[in-house]
């Protein structure tokens, strides 16, 4: 049977530069592509860790064709932290915590263990995205 993997998963910026300062610089993804066209701009960035999983930063619609209406929905959707996130795993959810704090991310939740299994924190991303970094509790 064929193996199905996840290869590229996409996050809304709304400031690419802003973006890359955050996943490259805080968070230590590096940059893999930053690509510009008809005015929009696709940064993809990963974990070193995993050079075949890859995260791109798109504009909020990017659709050339979309309509003026669309894009301020989604921009204002956007800046209301309402569209999906991310789900990061860390080997040290408390160091992860303190690092990304450090360096004025949007803390949404401290570092706490849940009952399903894993530490975890949470974070907005400039943009207002969700990120989550989870850490699996041993026994």
């Known amino acids: ?6 290869s590229t998963c996409f996050i809304a ?3 690419p530069d802003k973006a890359i300062a955050f996943y490259r610089d805080v968070l230590g993804l590096e940059v893999r592509n930053d690509v510009a066209y008809e005015g929009m701009r ?3 960035v990963g974990s070193p860790a995993q050079p075949d999983v890859s995260v791109v930063l798109e504009p909020p619609l990017a659709d050339p064709n979309a309509s003026e209406a669309d894009r301020k929905v ?3 959707l956007l800046a209301k932290g309402l569209l999906r996130g991310v789900l990061f795993t860390t080997e040290d959810c408390d160091a ?3 690092r990304v704090s450090a360096a004025g991310a949007d803390v949404v939740q401290e570092p706490m263990d849940q009952f399903y299994g894993v530490r975890d924190c949470a974070f907005r991303d400039p943009a207002g995205n969700l990120l989550r970094f ?3 509790l041993t026994e």
């Open 74 to 76: 989604m921009a204002e």
């Open 96 to 98: 992860t915590f303190e």
């Open 13 to 15: 910026v709304d400031d």
């Open 1 to 6: 049977m064929d193996h199905i993997k996840l």
């Open 42 to 44: 696709w940064v993809t």
């Open 134 to 136: 989870t850490q699996p």
